[in-house]
């Protein structure tokens, strides 16, 4: 059983189009990320949110820190080619080790021109 | 900077043999981990490392050691390759930042195959 569980898992959707990927847990955490990786390559950090409710814009990409900090979501308005890719969500539980980090499964996107 | 890197890029094992992979880091970062990536399970904490000389477990340390002689390397070690372990791994490093936001730095990754 995943600690961080991701959905979907796959999206394939047209350029233009919006999604949401969510990362749910029944754990607390003291921080999220999320993190982009592309073929080949390893992740690489988009955001980190820490603060319940905390909502954090990267341009197109929209990220949200639930409430109670079990949970989050990254929104991506009018999705271009460019951002396909794995999105893999992670947390630090709290009272952790900082170097502990736990991943959900990713979600893999396709975006079609 | 390099960063992160990590050596080979690429390795074939057969079962029962012993290897090293290399992971080294440039950015004095204090925290280092090793990761391992498998289809549809995201990335499992293999052990991690806050210090020279202190290292420790994570969600999946059975066949694997890790030592840290010096802040910059970090090697993961397995003792006796199994198919199971067949995988791509990945190192990061990261240093605390405000307390208690930070960023993992991830290598380029070694692909693993145990025949």
């Known amino acids: 059983t995943q600690l961080l569980e991701q959905s979907p898992q796959f999206l394939s959707i047209q350029e233009g189009e919006n999604l949401t990927v969510y990362c749910n847990s029944s754990s607390v955490f003291s921080s999220l990320q999320w993190y982009r990786q592309e073929p080949g390559e390893g992740p690489v950090l988009l955001v980190t949110?820490?603060?319940?409710?905390e909502v954090k814009k990267l341009k197109r990409l929209t990220f949200q820190f639930g409430d109670a900090r079990k949970d989050s979501s990254l929104h991506i308005t009018a999705a271009q080619p460019g951002d396909t890719g794995l999105y893999l969500c992670?947390?630090?539980?709290?009272?952790?080790?900082?170097?502990?980090?736990?991943f959900g499964q990713g979600t893999i996107l396709t975006v079609h021109p | 900077n390099a960063g992160v890197t990590q050596t080979p890029k690429f390795q074939v094992l057969k079962t029962g043999q012993s290897m090293t992979l290399q992971c080294a880091q440039d950015m004095n970062h204090e925290y280092m981990s090793w990761y391992r990536q498998d289809p549809g399970m995201g990335l499992r904490l293999i052990h991690y490392?806050?210090?020279?000389?202190?290292?420790d477990q994570g969600e999946v340390p059975n066949g694997y050691n890790v030592s840290r002689s010096t802040t910059e390397d970090f090697p993961l070690r397995l003792l006796s390759a199994a198919p199971s372990q067949t995988s791509v791994y990945f190192c990061?490093?990261?240093?605390?930042?405000?307390?208690?936001?930070?960023?993992?730095?991830f290598g380029p990754g070694t692909r693993l195959t145990v025949t």
């Open positions: 490392s806050v210090g020279a000389g202190i290292t």
């Open positions: 949110v820490v603060t319940g409710g």
């Open positions: 990061a490093s990261s240093s605390p930042a405000g307390g208690r936001s930070y960023e993992q730095y």
């Open positions: 992670a947390g630090r539980l709290g009272g952790t080790s900082y170097g502990k980090l736990t």
